[in-house]
């Protein structure tokens, strides 16, 4: 399955640099399921507001909008980055790092 990203909620200043109901914060997720192992990973960002005086909304955006502002502000290292830790949570419940074991 590919990494399915979402947003979770959105915060705003109802008075922002630019107007209006003006988001400043995006809570997301993103989910990946390999081998019948689903792994969540939850983060936000802080999207800067604009220096040209544009944006658009918090009731005017889309989920899609917003996910990709997200993912353009934090460049695709970034990206990269989140997508790998999410990788790396699912090889840990596919394969343990450590185990134990219990002697009677």
Not at 37 to 61: A, L
Request: proline share 3%; aromatic share 6%; charged share 30%.
């Amino acid at each position: 399955m590919a990494k399915v990203w979402k947003v979770k909620r959105i915060e705003y200043k109802t008075n922002g640099t630019n107007g209006t109901n003006e988001i400043d914060l995006v809570a997301f997720t993103i989910t990946d399921t390999v081998d019948d192992v689903t792994c969540t990973r939850t983060d936000f960002h802080h999207i800067e507001p604009s220096s040209n005086g544009s944006f658009t909304k918090m009731e005017d955006v889309t989920e899609e909008q917003l996910l990709t502002w997200v993912k353009a502000k934090m460049g695709a290292d970034t990206v990269a980055h989140h997508e790998k830790k999410l990788d790396d949570m699912i090889a840990a419940e596919t394969t343990p790092p450590r185990g134990e074991k219990v002697f009677s």
